[in-house]
Every structure is written in C-alpha cells, then in structure tokens.
C-alpha cells in the first residue's frame, strides 16, 4: 500500500517525516539530483516550465527535493524543499509539495497553488464546483489537459501509419488467409484482409481519446472539456478522428504509447502524451507500468508566480510587457545584438532624458519582507537580485525598479518597502509584496481577497507610474 509524505515548497528542512525504510529508499532515487537528471531517468514525469535551459534561468539545475541523513536513524533525516511544487511518486511513496501558503499539508488546503494554476491556464475559477475537501492530486493533471491539448492541436492532427485489419467485400490490401479461413467459412462473400494506412486515428490520437472518455466521468470533467470554444473545437476534433475507439482498447493504446513519441513538427504532443498517461496512471489502470520509474507532475513555482504576474501587469491601463524568454521576443538590447528579458518592463528604451514613465519589476517568489515598526525594510534585497534590477534600469533606462513578491504575512500596512535612490544615473529601487490571504476556508474566499490584492496591486503601481511619469 502506498504512503504520502506531505511537504511545503521552501521549507529549510523537516525531521521526522519518514516512517519506515521504504519511504527513504524510494525517496533517494529522487533526492539529490538536478530536475534535468530526474527527467533523463524519468522521461513520463511532467516539469512546468517546459522549456528547461531555453530561458537562462537554470531551472533544470534544481533539486527537487534535498535529503540528508540515512534510513538507520529516520527520525533526523531532513527534507528540504525549493521553489518547486506538485506530486511525484516512486515505487510505493508518494511525495506532495504544496505551496507554503497552504493552511496544512495538503493538496485539498492549497488554495493559493489552484489559484495560480487555474489564472495562468485560464480556467474560470468560479465555475468550477469544489469544496474545501476534494481537491486532490488529480486536479492538478486535470488543469494541464486543455492547456496541452489546444497547443497540440494548433500544431495539426498528428498522422501515423497502422495497420487496419478489415473483413468485407471491399478488399483493399493483403489477404489475412488464416483470419479468413476463421471467420469466412464456409464463405460468405467477404474476404479478411488487412492495409496500411497514413491517418489521423492511430495510437496517439487514440490515447488522448481514452483521456477525454476518463475525464467526462470525473467531477467538474464536462467543465474542463468544454471550458471555452476552442476546447469544445479540440475535443470534437480528437473525437471525429477516432473513429476506431473502443474503451475495450485502453490497455492495448497505453501499451502503445509507453515508448515517447518523439517528431520533429509535432513538438506539442510529447507533453500531451505523458500528460495522458499520468492521469490514466493516477487512475490507476491495469497496464504495464514500471515501478523503477517516477511519476508525477512538478511547477515551478518562480515561474508559475511570474506567469500569475503577467495577468495581472500586463492588461490595459498598466501596460507592462512581459518578454517572451522562450520566443526571444520583446527584450531589451545591451548592445546590438545582445538582449536581455527581465520580466516585467513599461516603456521604451531610449535615453536618460527621455526616460518619464519607464519602470522595471522583476518577480520573485522567495521571503522578502522584513517587517520592524510596523514598517516593510529593504534588507532582504540579495546582492544578485539587486544587481540584475540595477542593470534593467540602466538599459531600459528606468528611473523606477522593484522586485515583486508574495507577501506572506499577516501585515495591515503598505506593503512597499522604503526606496533606495541609486548613486550615478539615480532611479529608486524598492519591494513590492502582493498580500497572499491567510487561513482561507475554501478556493471561493481566497479568490476573492486574492482580486483584492490585485485591486491593490494595481493601485500601488497606478500611482507610482504617474509620479515617475
């Protein structure tokens, strides 16, 4: 029987966690190594970002999770923890990393993690019908489906060859003798043979079929399925090109795809196929599955808090861009031909005259906030993060910068810290906490003191741009 072992994502390293041998000797296969050598042995396991090495900012040389002690002493072995959240599973343990601003160790208390991820995927949070006590693992894999699945098939349908095996008297291909001597005597005017076809509904195409089938009968499915046009459009689309499914087939389709499908086109079905198989997996389906091999699905949470920033700066009235790191698009050059992307800039790059208005904030999600009389200081600046800020502002230039951050404190006061006005060229830097509702009962409660933290957000930078501007 499988066992959990519940973390919070940036912890400094909990004790007494393990309970038995087995949950450390699976967790060693896991701890203590990069994302990047975690996915070379683990191809099926899902990381979000994507993209890994394409951004410059070194996710794949994270740790997952960081283990120290040995399995003869359990109770001081520590875990410690990053950025990172989700589940992943190996043999019989599995691990669940929520967000830190869960109210217990538990995927159903993580508001905030179902937040983000429904904001960033563009999921209506408000339609969906939760209680506080069936969130679970499997949601997460269900909030990927149509973000995946509208990038794949943006791409196209994929087409495989396979093999039809027919019985008719339309023959088209190589007679089957012996499948017609057994179905066609004494003879009855049709011929089994079998053909070869170039099409649209083959293996991949039929797991994601059997995803769709599986997702309809869960709770909030026909949400997911149908949650705006463009779904309902990919949905039909698999469906009308399966005409081949049968639920009957599931083990003989997943057995199919345990190999990855690699394309040099259709790039986008990769994901989409570990995507399938981990919820078909979580299910747990009766195929081969290899128990030396983690599963699971794991964000990082710098980059899922970065993409949450992005719905919120970059609309009508702030007007920020956010530079596209893995498109190459919208940075700011250092010199020709050498850009740089921070992650929130408003304005244009032009000269220290000219530079009213410009402003640069970059997202962190990390502890910021020193609080001391009732007052946010500016001491949790880092040496790096405080250069990189200064070099947006030189380039762009700026006269404005802040770092912009989850603020996790039960705090009344402004959550600015005080500026700091940079010798040379000048410009103020500064912290930005955006205030994470605490102790909330359910996702309904947080989600609205979350848009009053927007509301908030965007109020701070309205007036900061007017004054700079």
């Known amino acids: 029987m499988s066992s959990v072992v519940y973390l919070k994502d940036n912890n400094c390293g909990v004790s007494n966690l393990l309970k038995e041998e087995t949950q450390y000797d699976d967790i060693s296969h896991i701890a203590n190594k990069t994302i990047e050598e975690v996915i070379e042995e683990n191809p099926n396991l899902l990381i979000f970002p994507q993209s890994l090495g394409i951004n410059k900012d070194k996710i794949e040389e994270l740790e997952i999770l960081h283990l120290t002690g040995s399995k003869d002493n359990l109770k001081d072995c520590k875990i410690k923890t990053g950025n990172l959240m989700g589940f992943i599973g190996y043999g019989d343990t599995q691990i669940s990393i929520t967000s830190r601003f869960a109210k217990n160790n538990d995927t159903k208390d993580d508001f905030f993690l179902h937040y983000l991820l429904q904001k960033v995927l563009c999921l209506n949070i408000f339609d969906l019908k939760y209680s506080a006590a069936t969130f679970e693992e499997f949601d997460l ?11 794949a098939c943006a791409q196209g349908l994929v087409r495989r060859y396979k093999t039809f095996h027919n019985n008719d008297s339309n023959i088209k291909g190589v007679v089957d003798v012996t499948r017609h001597i057994q179905n066609n005597i004494p003879f009855n005017g049709q011929i089994a043979y079998k053909n070869r076809d170039y099409t649209t509904d083959n293996s991949i195409t039929e797991l994601i079929r059997h995803t769709i089938e599986l997702i309809k009968t869960k709770p909030n499915g026909n949400f997911v399925l149908t949650a705006d046009y ?8 698999i469906q009308e090109n399966t005409p081949s499914y049968s639920k009957n087939d599931l083990s003989k389709v997943v057995a199919q ?7 040099p086109f259709y790039t986008e079905y990769i994901p989409l196929q570990k995507l ?17 091999e983690a599963y699971g699905v794991i964000f990082d949470g710098a980059w899922l808090w970065e993409e949450f920033l992005a719905t919120v700066l970059t609309g009508k009235g702030l007007d920020f861009t956010h530079p ?20 929130f800039y408003r304005g244009k790059q032009t000269t220290p005259e000219n530079m009213e208005g410009n402003f640069v904030l970059d997202a962190k999600y990390k502890h910021l906030d020193v609080i001391r009389n009732n007052d ?8 790096d993060d405080l250069h990189q800020l200064i070099t947006y502002m030189h380039i762009l230039p700026s006269r404005s910068g802040a770092l912009i951050y989850p603020f996790d404190k039960v705090f009344s006061g402004d959550t600015r810290s005080k500026k700091r006005t940079i010798k040379g060229y000048g410009g103020d830097v500064w912290t930005i906490g955006v205030p994470i509702p605490q102790d909330c009962t359910s996702l309904k409660e947080l989600s609205t003191k979350m848009i009053q933290s927007e509301t908030y957000i965007k109020k701070i930078l309205h007036e900061e741009i007017n004054m700079s501007g």
């Open 141 to 151: 894999l269900l909030y990927m489906f149509p973000a995946l699945l509208k990038k």
């Open 230 to 237: 463009e779904m309902i459009e990919c949905v039909r689309l």
């Open 257 to 263: 795809n345990l190999n990855q499908f690699v394309h």
């Open 276 to 292: 399938c198989l981990q919820i078909l997996r979580f299910e747990k389906m009766n195929y081969a599955q290899n128990n030396d």
């Open 324 to 343: 596209g790191n893995k498109t190459r698009t919208d940075g700011i050059q250092v010199y020709k031909g050498n850009p740089r992307y921070p992650d």
């Open 376 to 383: 946010i200081l500016d001491g949790s600046f880092s040496r």
